[in-house]
């Protein structure tokens, strides 16, 4: 960053400013344990989420499964494994914990970081959380309408006349499950980009000249989170977040941001 002659730090680097009256110092140890707590309440959420939705596990499972997958013989599930229905199960439950969880995520930070926050910063970022929820459910749909399907009309493409193509319960559910709790994080980079300007952490000017440095991360987290044996997910993920990424500068600048 570089200094000002008034002692603060320049826009055009990316980050800005000095922190509100109310911020106050503290010990690390302290921010520590504060940082756990927060992280604690969001665990703690998720969980009971995850507990109200296991018993519906079954009906969400058929849901998805037959949703997703081509109707008929072919994509009934074969079970290899004496808890795969089981680890199915609290695994659409822990889908719906991660996407609840989210929002509340956001606001754990916002309490966390709120004495260093100015008025108008608060108000950015309480606006946020339901936002974040909004966002995740946007995530999970595109995943569920757009994505998933395309990944196993792909696979059955080339796969159909070569060999006798069954889907088991487990590897098939995981992909489903991480595609869809991947996009509703994936669907969350407008709504950081947005609240970083609008905090002044950063411009749009900075986000957009190390763009390229984004895209690389991007292709990074895709190719590292998207395990889909077709090699189609990573480029719709990484596709999906360059996409967010350039939209969102697109509308930051038709505003003025």
């Known amino acids: 960053m570089a200094e000002t002659a008034d002692g ?13 009256e109310s911020d106050e110092e503290m010990p690390l140890a302290d921010h520590i344990e504060e940082m756990v707590y ?22 969400i499972i058929n849901f998805l499964w037959y949703s997703v997958l081509p109707g008929g013989d072919i994509a009934r599930p074969r079970v290899y494994h004496p808890l795969g229905l089981i680890l199915a199960r ?48 946007f995530g999970v749909l595109f995943a569920y309408f757009l994505v998933l399907p395309a990944i196993f009309t792909y696979f059955l493409t080339y796969s159909q006349d070569a060999a006798t193509i069954a889907f088991g319960l487990t590897d098939t559910f995981d992909l489903i499950v991480l595609m869809m709790g991947l996009f509703a994080a994936v ?11 609008m905090m002044g952490l950063t ?16 292709l ?9 044996p077709t090699g189609m997910a990573p480029i719709i993920v990484s596709a999906t977040m360059i996409g967010l990424f350039e939209a969102t500068l697109l509308v930051l600048r038709w505003v003025r941001r």
Not at 220 to 228: C, E, K, V, W
């Open 8 to 20: 603060g730090y320049d826009v055009d680097e990316g980050f800005v400013g000095e922190g509100p």
């Open 90 to 137: 609290l695994k659409v439950a822990t889908l719906a914990g991660f996407v609840v969880g989210l929002p509340v995520f956001v606001y754990q930070t916002y309490l966390f970081m709120r004495p260093g926050l100015y008025t108008q910063e608060r108000r950015y970022y309480l606006a946020s959380v339901p936002t974040s929820l909004v966002l995740g459910v």
């Open 220 to 228: 990074g987290i895709a190719f590292l989170f998207s395990p889909d």
């Open 38 to 59: 927060r992280l604690g309440i969001v665990l703690v959420v998720m969980a009971i989420i995850s507990g109200i939705v296991f018993p519906f596990g079954d009906r």
């Open 203 to 218: 411009t749009r000017a900075w986000l957009a000249a190390k763009r390229l440095y984004f895209w690389g991360a991007f």
């Open 187 to 197: 669907f969350q980079i407008p709504l950081f980009m947005m609240l970083a300007i």
